[in-house]
């Protein structure tokens, strides 16, 4: 890396934690699609994948114009990290519908990162303008909040299959509310007995 000054260099070093992240995400979303069986739910995650690629290469050429590139360590140690969760992945929850929906609050609690990271990164591009660094994080923050929004609908969706597939159909009804008789339904006795009495 060459020498930078202190500007591009606390660029750099947030870029190339994003760029960390993303390339640790690789390799939880290629484990994630193999465990989803749901289609709009594994193309989704398939679509991601192929932007988190295109994220990672994106933050890539901005460090590498900036004058970093010492982010190699940082990636395989995220790369790493990635892997050694897969396998816990696979054993999570009791049912099919459960282990994709731990799956999808990881990925929310992950998307929700990266969009406080990008978020950072855009107002630190832009408090040293430079623009070029701020319109990247831009588009990928605002496509890590389309994700996040369609997680939300997912893990609505997977929680209401696993009550179906988990809790038997007579403890899912909800409990009647109870509610008060009308003055027609009371007993005429409690009705008399509200009326005031008659002046004599």
């Keep these: 890396m060459a020498d930078l000054n202190e500007r591009d260099a606390k660029l750099v070093q947030y870029l190339s934690e994003a760029f960390g992240k993303e390339k640790e995400l690789e390799t939880s979303l290629e484990a994630h699609i193999a465990m989803t ?3 709009p739910y594994k ?5 991601h994948l192929r932007e988190t690629k295109a994220h990672a290469k994106g933050l890539e050429r901005r460090i590498k114009k900036l004058g970093g590139g010492g982010q190699t360590t940082q990636t395989a140690v995220g790369k790493v990290m990635a892997a050694a ?3 816990l992945h696979m054993i999570r929850g ?8 731990k799956n999808a609050k990881t990925e929310y609690f992950n998307e929700h990162e990266e969009i406080a990271t990008y978020l950072a990164i855009e107002t630190l591009a832009e408090k040293v303008g ?7 994080a831009k588009g990928i923050r ?4 389309r994700m996040a929004k369609f997680l939300a609908g997912q893990i609505k969706s997977l929680t209401g299959a696993v009550v179906s597939e988990e809790v038997p159909s007579a403890q899912r009804k909800a409990p009647s509310r109870s509610r008060k008789p009308s003055a ?4 005429a006795k409690a009705r008399r007995a509200r009326k005031p009495a008659r002046a004599s």
């Design 37 to 39: 069986t749901k289609a």
């Design 43 to 47: 193309k989704r995650l398939q679509q």
């Design 85 to 87: 969760k897969g396998p």
């Design 94 to 101: 009791s049912g099919e519908q459960e282990k994709m929906l």
């Design 130 to 136: 430079d623009r070029e660094t701020a319109k990247l």
């Design 142 to 145: 605002r496509e890590e909040e």
């Design 184 to 187: 027609a339904k009371r007993p």
